[in-house]
Structure formats: C-alpha cells, structure tokens
C-alpha cells in the first residue's frame, strides 16, 4: 500500500484486517437498500457510508490490480477531519482503529436497523471485534457487579515480562476480602471475560506523559508474547477454579518470599556496614586458624616496637626496603638485613595468623569450622533448589489441561519505530495458507520469520517495538488456513458488478498509462536501426521481443503489455519455424487439393532444401516478375504484386498500413499463409469471421498432433512452436487460444483482401477479450517461461558446442547459466524445463578437465603458467564448485568435488614446490574447502542469439546426435 506521506499506520491496520478473509467477505460484500440510503441525512451517517464504499473499492484493487501496490489517497481524504488535529503529521495506531471499527459498526448498523432496530448483536462488525467482561469487586466494603464490552483491550507494559502477566494484572486489581470490621476501608476488583470475540486485540501502552518534561516517551521495555496463547484462565465460567489457583500462587508466592529472605540472610551475613556470604566467611576463618605462626622476633627487639601505629611502620618498612636495595648493590648481591628494623618488615610482610594455637585447639576448631561451612552451603542450595521449585510450580500452575481449551494465535503484529512524537509503522502478517511469515512495510512485502518479528517487536534492545498485538481463535485460524489456491481470484470473480468493473478500468488504465509512457519514451529516444552484428548479440529470448523499438523501459509496465510483448515474439518464432515445416505442401495445396498437401514426412523433409533454396533467393533477389510488378506499382500505387515462395503471386494492396514486402518475401509468412489458403472455400462461403475459426483449428489440429509425439533425443518438437510447449505442459486453454489467435492478427498479414479481412477480425476479436476471459498475469508467466525455456537451450547448445571444441572455461560458464535457470523451470514441471542430468553431466566433466588443466598450470613452476592456473581455478572453478553446493547436490557432483579437492590438497608439503608455491596454495585451499562465508560471482556469458530457429534446431539435433553416438558430427 503506498505511503502518501505519514500514512503508514493506516497502512498497518488496513493491511492487517483486509488478510482477515471474514473482515474482507463482509467489507467487500456490503449493501444497502435503496430505502435505507434515503432515509440517511446525517453527515455522519453519510461520511460512514462514503469511507465503506471507498474501503470496497480499496479492497478491491487489493484483490485484482496488475499494480505493484494500491493508493489509499481516497479512503484517508475522509479520515482527516476525524481525529484530534489536522495538524499532527502522524496518527495513533490504537486512536485509528477504534475510529475505523466505530464507524465500520455505524454503517453496518444501517443495515441491522432495517431489521431488527437497535440490536446491535446482529452487527457483523461488533460479533467479530467486540466481546464483554464481567467486572466484579468490593468499594469501601460494598460489592458490585457491571458488565462491559470491549473491542481492543488496553494493557499496560510497564513492570511486566510478558503477555500472560501484562493480561493477570489487568484481570485483578487490588484485595477483594471481604472487610474485616466496619471500620476498616477495602478496595478490590476482578475482571472476566464473558465473551471473546473472533479477533482479539490488545493493545499495548508503550507511551506515557513525562511530568518533569511536559512530553510524552515512549517505554522501550522488554515484553514477550507467544504465537498461541490460552485464554481459559480469564474466562468467568472458570471463575472458582481460577481464584482457587490465585490463591495457591499467593500463597507459593509469600513463601518465596520467606525462603529469598533466608537466603539473604546467608548470603549477606554480618553486623556492621560489610556483609558476606557465610560459607565464604568460615572458609576465610578456616584459612585463617589453619596459617602457620610467624618466627618469634629477635630479642634485641624492644616490646615497644611492636606497637608502632600502622603509619609509622609503613615508613619504616619503606625506608629499610630502599636501604637493602642499596646494601644489596653495594655488597655484590649479598641478601641480609642492614638493621633490626629491617628485620622488622618481615615480620609485617606474614600473613595474619594465631600467636599460639595448641594441636587440640587447631584439630577441634578446623573440624567445626569445615563442618559449619558444609552445613552453610546445603543450606543455601536447598534454599536456591527450593525457590526455583517454587517458581516453576507457579509458571505451570495454568498449564492445567482444563485451562487450554480456548486457544488464540496470533495473525498481526504492529509494530512502532521510533519516539512517542515520531517514528514509523509496519505490520507483520502471519500467511495461514502458507504457514509463515509476512512483513508489509508500505510497498514492500516481503518474506519473515519468527526470529525477526522477536527481534523487532519485543523491544528492549532498540526503538522498535510491538504496539499492537491481534489474536484470532481457533476456528477463524482453520478457516483461513483451508483456503485453497486460487481463493483470491474467486473472490474477484465473486465480488459485486460495479466493484469486479472498477477493478477492470483500474487495469486498463495501468495498461493505457504504460503505452503512453513507451510512446513518451520512444519520441524522446531517437530509433537507430540495428546492425547484424549487435543483434547476433541479442538473446531474443532474453528481451521478449525482436523488435528493439517495442521495448518498454519502463520497470513498472503492465503484465499485459508485457504479455503481449512476449506473445507477439512467440508468435513471429512460431511463423518462422511452421513455414520450413509446410511449406513444401504450399504448393501441392493450391494445386491438388488437400490429399496433395499432406504427404508423407519423408516427402516434406525431402524438398525442405529446394524450399529454402527458394526463398532465401527470393529473399536476396526479386524475381523479374516481382520487379515489373513494383514499376507498375509506382504509376498505380494502391496494388501491386507479389510472388511468395511456393505460394505463387499474390495482388498485394500497399496502401495497408504496417505491409513490409521483406518479410513478406520470406518464408516467415508462409504457414500463416498456408492456414489462411486452406480456409479459402470456407471464407469464400461463409465470410471472413468463419474462415479465421477454420484456419485457427487447422493450425490447432496440427499442433496439438505434434505436440502428442513421442520426443526423441534429436528432435525436442517444443523448440519448434511456442504451442506446443504450452499444450505438452498443460497450460490453460484461454492462454493457448490467446497465443494463437495472435498470429492471425499480424500487420504483414495485409497482401491480399481475403487475409486483410482475416487480420481484421482476429485483431478485433484479441480486442474483445478482455480480464475475465485471461489471466493476464498467469498469461505473462507462461510466455515468460517459454522465453526462459529458450534461453536454457541457447545456453546448453552453446555450452556443449564449445566443450566440443575443447573450449571449457567459456563452456562451463554457458552450462552453469542453463543448470541455474531450468532449475527454476523444471520446480514447476518435467516439462518445463530440458534434462537436469544431461547439464549436470557436461558441468561436471568441464569441471574436472579445467580442475586438471589448473592443477598441471599450476605445478608447471613457470611464473606465466602458475598465474593462469590460478585465475582458472578463481575465476570458474571454485565459483562452479561452490555454486553447485548451494543447490540439491548428486552424488555424483559430490564426488566431483572431492576428487577436484584431493588433487589440490595432495600438493601440500611436496619437497618439489618451492616456497612461493606453497603460500599461493595456503591461500586457495580454504576456499576450495570451504565455502560458507563467501560471495560468489560468476561472470555471465556473451549472449548468442541464433542465425535464425531452424539454425537451434539443426544445432540441437547436431549436437544430440553426437552425443548419443548415433553419428560423429562435427559441429561448426
């Protein structure tokens, strides 16, 4: 959905409720009567109206536009005059949807009211969004009791860890004892859900008001949620089990308290202002009784020494250490002491332990002591073993099977990057049909996964968090997850009239926008004819057109064009490669009739050559014929004459718009030419629309014969007609119809009135077909692939060509283009694409020739030699190698591999390579080993575009017939 600027938290939301299957069936399915659309004179109840009607129309495109994303722009130009002020440039997600479900309930109340006024638990709206609560409770000794609905539930963020906690502190507030005595004032409530809607939503306070500042922040806390959650636990008819359960979590919870309590006491013991832990107290104890006495002091030490005030002995342990340093230089290294104070400092140096201390003494107090300590330390596990006991009891105190019954999972999560002034929205979606993921960002949507919804919802570690958080139930979480392939596009055909129109006059206007936007570009750029040369450099395939002046520049063009771009080249390959195939019969028909016409295939094959020879000389030169009919066409320029190869003259008009004699003279037009001649009788008879339906199915009939043949190795019958790649694949009968329709619709169809008037209907008729009759979209995927599918040939031919010349390095980059792209084409059928084995095997023995080739280089010790083994081995090897390993492997590449490994890795340590060598080998081998963390890129090979189709299928079947060893072919 496109941003219009500060728009993306409606974005959000829409996106959210419109992957509802049951929102959009009631959105999109909205009606009222006549009567009830008079009797509404209110503003409000007209603007409601309105914004629906728009929501349809939203949801519409959402469903069927060929568009890359959708504008809101007139849905939200209602919006603005409904929230606190037009001035703020960002919306509260949580202010919106309250603002949408109100007025969604309003509208769909009209149509309520028609029935049975003023019941709103008939509103679709209110039975899929809203459910009630109980609330019951004490106030200064009183009890009451009120029941209340809601639609999103607010929760608070501050101070709770997760979602479960977050809803048990909204469920109970404060003590609900009863008062003691008629004194004593207590306050306390508890809330039940009584009902819970389909889709529950919660709404999470991550926004508060700074007093000190005068602004609101935004609380960036940490808060978990799960993708299924149970909500038995707040549910009234579990009222008594519930708050016998809260009871036993309280009083688990003050006995937690007594038990941390004790533990406290353990682990900070003492009086004063220092506190430790008492086991490590006894240790130190312990070490303390178990130290050694220190060597009695010399007697000529006065008593008094001993009691120096602790400054007056650091001076003097100082002053007598600097003196011993200098006694001990002066004495040549001797260690002694200068002086009784000296003498003193070693005594200081000790560490503390008992003046005298008896064996008994010793052997009584370390045994109390080690057993104390040992007694402090069970007391402390136990103490830890029993809290943690005590928690996990609490933890799973609702995980009582009676208490999972009404299970929740989640489809939405919206989240907000940013500050509580400004920042940006975005929704993760979770796709049911798909089981996964789903991240829309405006435009963008793009495939997730639970690891980054955590990483961006649950906050804590940056400014973006979860804001809001959509539960469905258990049944509309199956419902959606039924919903088969194609759901989407019967609920486009399923949807009102006017609603299926607008989204065709959407589409057509797309289409119209695209042509005028190529029209724009092609005056600005001026067209330069093309050489022979830089289209033998164009791969017709890759472009969908031969004509480069037809190709749009623009990225987003429609599908349809892109579509008919891609036919149309399909159909001009299709008339080039049908003509060489009956053209021969061409003749026979005008003459003989039908019989004449279909021969034998030996007898096509045996006058191909005489065919071509014809008509490539008619190509180069007119024949005398031709040229007295074109000066005479120049004195009389509204017809002319022209001889078509194994046709005969035809009277051409040269008025027709869009007539080229050139492909007019070549074979190109002949089996169109030849469907049309087969339809003479009947046009004649019956009119121009009847003798387009008569050569349409003799060219339909012939194809879908060639297309039931058995295929043999030397003939692949796809490469000769884009039919009948479609029919041996399945594809739908409108996109084969369509695509053949398109060849009697060409402009150098116009020599005669007969064909002009053919043309005229097909073209007519393509115009008449329109979104309901073809997919364009599923039409665009199949000419693409068919493109795709010629590429992969173009690919392999070339690829195996040039490993017949021994040319491996550019060999091997042709083949691993062809395995990576018929790779995607065979994921949608064996079909689709050519011989995985057959590429894989050519890959494979290029692989090891050029691994073997490097290898020699690189042990040939010659500078120049080493280089280029080298720059084979980085440049096609090692990215050969490592992107083999990023698909589905075969044995057979696996073992590949590790022969082309062993080679490198039997180098290490040869006496016979130097130095030099052995470094440059350090350095590859972790990237032949391992190739985990690098970026491969192989460079792309030049693009071929074959002389004409039957040079590719005289290529394919030179090139198969040499490798199956039928005959040795030498391929130029």
């Known amino acids: 959905m496109k941003n219009i600027g500060n728009t993306c938290w409606f974005s959000a939301v829409i996106q959210s409720l419109f992957q509802l299957p049951e929102f959009r069936r ?66 509260d997600v949580s202010e919106f949807t309250h603002k949408l479900l109100d007025w969604l309930e309003d509208t769909f109340q009209l149509a309520v009211n028609a029935k049975s006024p003023g019941d709103k638990s008939e509103n679709p709206m209110v039975q899929l969004f809203y459910g009630t609560y109980l609330t019951e409770g004490v106030h200064e000794g009183n009890a009451f009791s009120k029941m209340e609905p809601f639609g999103q539930y607010p929760l608070q963020v501050n101070g709770y860890r997760n979602l479960s906690e977050c809803l048990e502190g909204a469920m109970v507030e404060g003590e609900m004892e009863e008062a003691a005595t008629p004194q004593s004032v207590k306050y306390g409530q508890e809330r039940w859900f009584t009902k819970l809607p389909p889709v529950l939503t919660f709404e999470l306070s991550r926004f508060e008001f700074n007093q000190s500042l005068g602004q609101p922040e935004k609380i960036h806390t940490r808060l978990e949620f799960s993708q299924t959650i149970y909500m038995d636990r707040f549910l009234h008819c579990n009222k008594e089990l519930i708050r016998m359960k809260r ?147 609490i933890e799973q105190m609702y995980c009582d099977p009676l208490l999972q019954r009404v299970p929740y999972h989640l489809h939405a999560v919206l989240v907000h990057q940013g500050q509580a002034n400004a920042g940006h929205y975005w929704a993760f979606i979770y796709d049911q049909p798909r089981r996964s993921w789903l991240k829309y960002n405006d435009i963008s949507v793009t495939d997730s996964s639970w690891e980054e919804l955590e990483r961006d919802s649950f906050g804590g570690l940056k400014n973006a968090s979860a804001y809001c958080l959509m539960y469905i139930s258990d049944t509309v979480a199956r419902l959606a997850a039924d919903e088969a392939d194609g759901q989407l596009q019967r609920e486009v055909e399923a949807l009102p009239p006017e609603l299926w129109h607008y989204i065709q006059e959407d589409n057509w206007r797309l289409e119209q926008e695209a042509e005028e936007w190529d029209e724009e570009q092609s005056c600005k750029i001026p067209q330069m004819k093309p050489s022979p040369a830089s289209e033998l450099q164009e791969l017709s395939s890759e472009s969908g057109s031969g004509n480069p002046s037809s190709q749009s520049t623009n990225p987003s063009s429609a599908s349809a064009q892109r579509a008919r771009t891609l036919s149309a080249e399909h159909a001009r390959i299709a008339k080039e490669q049908t003509a060489k195939a009956i053209a021969n019969c061409a003749s026979a028909y005008e003459k003989n009739g039908v019989e004449a016409a279909l021969c034998e295939p030996k007898e096509v094959e045996s006058v191909e050559a005489q065919v ?86 003799e060219e339909y009939s012939r194809l879908y014969l060639l297309a039931k043949e058995t295929p043999t190795p030397q003939n692949d019958t796809r490469l000769q007609h884009v039919l009948i790649y479609f029919l041996q694949n399945n594809a739908p009968q409108q996109v084969v119809e369509r695509t053949l329709l398109e060849q009697f619709a060409d402009k150098n169809l116009s020599y005669d009135e007969r064909s002009i008037s053919i043309m005229k209907v097909a073209r007519a008729k393509l115009k008449e077909i329109g979104p309901d009759d073809v997919d364009m979209e599923e039409y665009r995927r199949w000419h693409e692939d068919y493109s795709l599918f010629r590429k992969v040939s173009v690919y392999l031919l070339t690829g195996l060509e040039l490993y017949q010349n021994r040319k491996y390095q550019e060999s091997l980059t042709y083949l691993v283009y062809a395995y990576q792209s018929n790779a995607k084409l065979l994921l949608k059928g064996a079909r689709r694409g050519v011989s995985e084995q057959l590429i894989a095997l050519y890959r494979r023995e290029c692989l090891l020739k050029l691994n073997e080739m490097a290898a020699s280089l690189f042990v040939s010790h010659e500078e120049a030699c080493v280089a280029q083994g080298i720059s084979i081995l980085n440049e096609s090897v090692i990215p050969c190698m490592h992107l083999m390993n990023d698909f589905e492997i075969c044995r057979e590449d696996m073992d590949a591999i590790q022969v082309m490994r062993n080679v490198w890795c039997s180098y290490l340590g040869r006496e016979d390579m130097d130095e030099k060598l052995q470094l440059k080998l350090g350095e590859l081998l972790p990237r032949l080993l391992d190739s985990s963390t690098e970026v491969i890129v192989l460079k792309e090979p030049p693009k071929i575009r074959p002389n004409s189709p039957y040079d590719l299928c005289s290529r394919f079947a030179a090139v198969m017939e040499s490798i199956h060893g039928a005959s040795t072919v030498a391929v130029k």
């Open 612 to 697: 071509g020879e014809r008509a490539l000389t008619a190509q180069a030169e007119p024949p005398q014929d031709a040229q007295d009919t074109e000066a005479a066409a120049q004195s009389s320029p509204q017809v002319s004459e022209v001889e078509i190869p194994s046709v005969g003259k035809i009277p051409v008009r040269s008025d027709v718009d869009g007539y080229n004699e050139e492909v007019m003279l070549s074979p190109a037009m002949q089996g169109v030419i030849l469907a049309i001649a087969k339809a003479r009788q009947t046009f004649d008879r019956d009119g121009s629309e009847a003798g387009l339906v008569k050569a349409f199915h």
């Open 26 to 91: 009631l959105v999109l399915g909205y009606s009222l009567s006549q009567n009830v659309l008079e009797s509404c004179h209110s503003h409000v109840e007209k603007r409601n109206i309105a914004f629906l009607r728009e929501l349809q129309c939203l949801f519409a495109l959402m469903l069927g536009t060929c568009r890359k994303f959708v504008d809101p722009s007139a849905a939200l130009e209602l919006l603005r005059d409904a929230f606190r002020s037009a001035e703020e440039q960002q919306q």
């Open 247 to 393: 009871e036993e979590i309280k009083r688990l919870k003050e006995k937690v308290v007594l038990l941390q309590q004790q533990l406290e006491r353990y682990l900070h013991y003492g009086s004063g202002p220092a506190h430790c832990p008492l086991p490590d107290m006894l240790q130190y104890v312990l070490e303390f009784v178990t130290t050694r006495p220190a060597a009695a002091l010399p007697s000529a030490q006065g008593p008094q020494e001993g009691l120096l005030q602790p400054e007056t002995q650091l001076m003097d342990t100082q002053l007598d250490s600097k003196l011993e340093r200098q006694d001990t230089k002066a004495e040549g290294g001797a260690c002694f002491l200068a002086s009784p104070s000296a003498q003193s400092s070693c005594a200081v140096l000790q560490p503390p332990a008992p003046r005298t201390v008896s064996e008994a003494e010793l052997a009584l107090v370390q045994t109390c002591l080690q057993r104390w300590r040992q007694e402090t330390e069970q007391d402390v596990r136990d103490l830890k073993e029993s809290i943690a006991r005590i928690n996990l009891s």
